[in-house]
């Protein structure tokens, strides 16, 4: 047997005994909490056996009572001398393993304020994210989701990266990822980075967190990113199509029927829409265009109608900005409560807007009329096309949904 070994042997015997348990547990803990053995640690109420072996570690009689006490400096002479040159300290350690000192808890709790604070430097750059990034450091997400604080905050700085990078304008999820940190799967669901990046897209634009893959694919399109690029579509209604690709034929064929059509990204990524009209109502609900299909059939004799249904996904956007482009103006109507706003919202962060029936004016009035009004929660907040509205919905608190507009909808979208 090596002399290590049998040191290790001898330590073992010594401070390794269910006796000695509970002292070779206080110098771990004496150990992590000062870094240092010095002093005396005394158990009360110990065994007859627990006193037997305190007293045969330093060579002293057992006296009557009921503590056991060692002096770690005479235990630590006495292991030098006879078993363990290193030391007291030393033979703890080849007992139980590593331990964490004070020193390195120290390092290790500033490390994790540096991570902090660069998580609030998102903040600072894009200060809707603030509650993204308290909730963040609150939860500890970032130290489930990494080995350590120099890992998370490698991944701080990643979601750093990816908050300056949103919005993006139909972007893939993979190219993204790629185009960002080199590796395509980096923002993918079951990567660490992934759950807190989609977290970061769904805070970007004013949406509640969740779980689930239509909740994800939905965060992630609200800012411009595909999922997947059949998944990501459009509702339309009366577009004039034209014969410059097969999706424009199939739109001019579609509208002369007065059949809606459901455009895929991957549809307006790759083909012309052909012509864009000059007017172009935007609704937030598909029964807006349900009903317009009724009521208008095959006639030409209505206004062009796209749907975002609820918060617009990357199909939705990417069509409006064509439309945008190709001469076309864009009224807009939602419904009135928290979540119409912050729909609202997005579209114009992507493509410039007019409301239609959508001002103070026309809530009140909705508000005053209807009997189908109910009240709403959430956060009102700004509404640049027409400064009055917010006010009014604090005020009044009341939901007006398409559907309780429907007829007056309808008139406007009438051609004469």
């Given at each position: 047997m090596s002399p290590s070994a049998e040191g290790t042997d001898r330590i073992r015997r010594l401070l390794g005994s269910p006796e000695t348990a509970w002292l070779l547990e206080r110098m771990r803990a004496r150990l992590e909490q000062k870094g240092t053995l010095e002093g005396t640690v005394t158990k009360q109420g110990a065994s007859t056996a627990e006193r037997m072996a305190a007293g045969r570690l330093i060579g002293r009689p057992v006296r009557s009572g009921?503590?056991?006490?060692?002096?770690?400096?005479?235990?630590?002479?006495?292991?030098?001398r006879d078993a363990w040159p290193a030391g007291l300290a030393s033979a703890v350690v080849a007992l139980v393993g590593p331990i964490v000192g004070p020193d390195v808890r120290r390092a290790e709790r500033e490390s994790w304020h540096e991570v902090s604070d660069a998580l609030r430097l998102i903040a600072n750059d894009r200060p809707q994210l603030s509650g993204w990034v308290e909730n963040v450091n609150r939860s500890g997400a970032l130290r489930r989701a990494t080995a350590s604080?120099?890992?998370?905050?490698?991944?701080?700085?990643?979601?750093?990266?990816?908050?300056?990078?949103?919005?993006?304008?139909?972007?893939?999820?993979?190219?993204?990822?790629?185009?960002?940190?080199?590796d395509a799967h980096a923002l993918d669901p079951k990567t660490p980075l992934g759950p807190l990046a989609v977290g970061l897209?769904?805070?970007?634009?004013?949406?509640?967190?969740?779980?689930?893959?239509?909740?994800?694919?939905?965060?992630?399109?609200?800012?411009?990113?595909?999922v997947d690029e059949l998944s990501s579509t459009v509702l339309a209604l009366g577009l004039p199509g034209g014969l410059t690709s097969p999706t424009a034929r199939a739109l001019a064929a579609l509208g002369e029927a007065g059949q809606p059509a459901v455009l895929t990204y991957r549809q307006l990524a790759v083909d012309d829409i052909g012509r864009a009209p000059l007017l172009m109502s935007v609704c937030e609900n598909p029964a807006v265009i349900a009903a317009a299909a009724d009521r208008f059939g095959a006639s030409a004799g209505a206004v062009p109608l796209v749907c975002v249904n609820g918060q617009p996904g990357a199909a939705v956007i990417r069509l409006l900005t064509q439309l945008v482009d190709g001469g076309a103006r864009l009224r807009y109507h939602g419904d009135f409560d928290a979540g119409g706003l912050s729909i609202a919202r997005t579209v114009a962060r992507s493509v410039p807007w007019t409301p239609w029936r959508f001002g103070e004016t026309d809530y009140r009035s909705a508000c005053a009329s209807s009997l189908s009004t109910s009240v709403f929660s959430g956060a009102v907040g700004d509404t640049?096309?027409?400064?009055?509205?917010?006010?009014?919905?604090?005020?009044?608190?009341?939901?007006?949904?398409?559907?309780?507009?429907?007829?007056?909808?309808?008139?406007?979208?009438?051609?004469?």
């Open positions: 009921s503590s056991a006490s060692v002096s770690l400096d005479q235990l630590d002479v006495m292991l030098r604080a120099a890992a998370a905050h490698e991944m701080s700085l990643q979601l750093g990266v990816l908050a300056r990078a949103l919005p993006v304008e139909g972007v893939p999820l993979g190219v993204l990822a790629a185009r960002l940190f080199g897209a769904a805070a970007a634009t004013g949406q509640s967190p969740g779980t689930g893959s239509r909740w994800r694919r939905d965060a992630w399109q609200s800012c411009g990113v595909v640049p096309w027409d400064g009055g509205l917010s006010g009014a919905m604090e005020e009044l608190r009341l939901r007006v949904e398409e559907e309780s507009v429907l007829a007056d909808l309808l008139d406007d979208l009438r051609v004469d």
